[in-house]
């Protein structure tokens, strides 16, 4: 049985920190991303990890802020999000891949055969 389970967000002010961690069970890991998706927008593709080799990939948004890692042995994703903004504000959502190629590859949503839940964000101004 697959599972995504999603652990760490909340609340936080301006200019705060959060790790998200998700814990992926099931199926052999390619890629781990993450996506969030704000109140009337579409989802958008955060950041991704390559579990062979590390290689990450960041939107612009969160490069210089957001650092994605992960722990093979355990089949966990992190995401520490520094310099938290108010337009972080989002439910982020991890997402795992059995196969991948490159930063364009890991961006789609649609590339992303499984889901967590989701768990929410929210930085207050």
């Known amino acids: 049985q697959v599972q995504l389970v999603e652990f760490g967000g909340g609340l936080v002010q301006t200019g705060g920190s959060l790790r998200l961690s998700c814990a992926a069970s099931g199926f052999s890991v390619y890629a781990m991303g993450w996506f969030r998706q704000a109140p009337g927008k579409e989802r958008e593709f955060v950041a991704a990890?390559?579990?062979?080799?590390?290689?990450?990939f960041y939107a612009d948004s969160v490069k210089g802020r957001f650092t994605i890692s992960g722990d093979n042995a355990k089949n966990t994703v992190y995401l520490q999000m520094n310099s938290l903004k108010p337009e972080d504000t989002a439910v982020y959502y991890c997402a795992g891949t059995r196969d991948g190629s490159g930063f364009y590859y890991f961006a789609r949503s649609d590339n992303y055969h499984y889901w967590g839940q989701g768990t929410q964000v929210t930085v207050s101004s």
């Open positions: 990890i390559r579990w062979s080799n590390g290689d990450t």
